[in-house]
């Protein structure tokens, strides 16, 4: 009873928080759209990392290339010319002639971490000074370029990063991370930077100056690294510059449509937090309600006290209703609300045991390979020892 209380309590002030976070995060835009667009339109490089085909690929690509934007390009990178994803990019470049686009390869990768060839390559073919980087699960609007190089007219900004709504159109579980991806990562991010400041980005978009890669030593500092979103906004913050969390919310495709898929996705991202920022991800253990809820609930039952237990259960289950709803609703400007809303206790309660399948082990499953997590997020073949990794980008990172 005493340790489920503690959890509603601890979770019932993370609520607190995420309000506070989410009325200033709302306020803050309501401000910028009620004063106008800035007028700042830098030349933008758009890096986009391929590796295979995905449903509705041509669409979510199509989407960069109708941008409200003029000086912009795009490039896309993957290990061969013969992939799909590539392929795909070319297709939907042919009826965009007037955008520049670039298509590049860098066969075998040389990091562990493969995406970060891409960057690499594409950063040197690269003609602007801005890069935007985003996964190819992503959706934008056509004000999107606009909205995130904004921040940049100012000198001290190094980076801007999104948040972004989960998007799942059929299955349970894929719905259920969705729910997940609206509402709890936006929930963290929004307390962290209220908080601390940004200290990270997100990997679904991440903006950046050319002289920030620079000074951090280029993007193979990211190579060794499972989270290279985290990595890349952490050093940039570093070194003295802006993170800053944009206002604009994009669209994040789930593709794992099955249990099993679903599942490994989120452990391994949960996996990929505790190793990258450990005493924060254990204490993320304190922000789930429904579990807490349940637990005491079980105690009050066991303790003779029906009306106290059903009191508790209710409450956990309505708190986290509540909490998605206003997040949902004013923060990412969720789709499907009530949806979202109605599955989130449900996710709630499953992201606990996500959260506890993270320390059962340190291995991923990633791109059809394992791979396991070190200390400050390193990330090494499953087969070998941390002294036996060589790569000319390690040295940098460890040190």
């Not at 259920?176 to 908080?195: F, K, P, Q, R, W």
């Not at 978009?205 to 620079?214: E, G, K, L, W």
């Not at 193979?220 to 499972?226: F, M, R, T």
Request: hydrophobic letters at 45%.
């Amino acid at each position: 009873m005493g340790l489920g209380i503690l959890g509603l309590i601890s979770s019932t002030v993370f609520h607190g928080l995420v309000f506070a976070g989410a009325y200033r995060f709302v306020a803050a835009r309501r401000k910028r759209r009620k004063a106008g667009h800035v007028v700042f339109h830098p030349p933008v490089s758009l890096l986009k990392p391929l590796h295979g085909d995905e449903p509705n690929l041509d669409a979510h690509i199509a989407s960069f290339f109708e941008q409200d934007y003029t000086n912009f390009e795009i490039l896309f990178c993957a290990r061969y010319a013969s992939d799909a994803g590539l392929e795909t990019a070319r297709r939907v470049a042919a009826r965009y002639p007037t955008v520049p686009a670039k298509f590049l390869t860098t066969g075998e990768p040389a990091y562990i971490n493969a995406k970060v060839s891409s960057l690499e390559k594409m950063a040197a073919a690269a003609t602007s000074d801005i890069f935007i980087i985003s996964d190819s699960d992503v959706r934008v609007t056509p004000n999107y370029i606009r909205e995130v190089v904004a921040p940049f007219a100012n000198a001290k900004v190094g980076a801007v990063t999104c948040l972004y709504r989960g998007v799942a159109d059929e299955g349970l579980w894929s719905k259920l991370e969705a729910a997940g991806m609206s509402i709890e990562m936006t929930s963290g991010v929004l307390v962290a930077n209220m908080i601390e400041g940004m200290q990270f980005t997100l990997g679904p978009t991440m903006a950046v100056r050319r002289s920030c890669v620079d000074e951090m030593g280029g993007f193979d500092y990211l190579g060794p690294y499972c989270a290279d979103d985290f990595v890349l906004g952490n050093r940039i913050a570093a070194h003295g510059h802006e993170v800053v969390l944009s206002d604009h919310v994009i669209d994040h495709i789930v593709l794992n449509l099955s249990f099993t898929a679903s599942v490994k996705h989120q452990v391994r991202w949960m996996k990929s937090t505790r190793f990258s920022r450990p005493k924060g991800h254990f204490g993320t253990s304190l922000t789930f309600a429904v579990p807490f809820g349940l637990l005491a609930g079980f105690a009050a039952w066991c303790l003779h006290m029906p009306q106290l237990a059903l009191a508790l259960v209710v409450y956990s289950i309505v708190a986290r209703a509540v909490k998605a709803a206003v997040v949902g609703k004013f923060v990412v400007e969720e789709r499907h609300l009530l949806r979202t809303t109605l599955l989130y206790p449900l996710r709630d309660l499953l992201g606990f045991f996500y959260w506890a399948a993270s320390y059962a082990s340190s291995k991923i499953l990633w791109r059809g390979r394992v791979y396991r997590l070190t200390d400050g997020g390193l990330m090494l073949a499953s087969e070998l020892k941390s002294g036996q990794l060589v790569r000319r980008s390690a040295g940098k990172a460890v040190s």
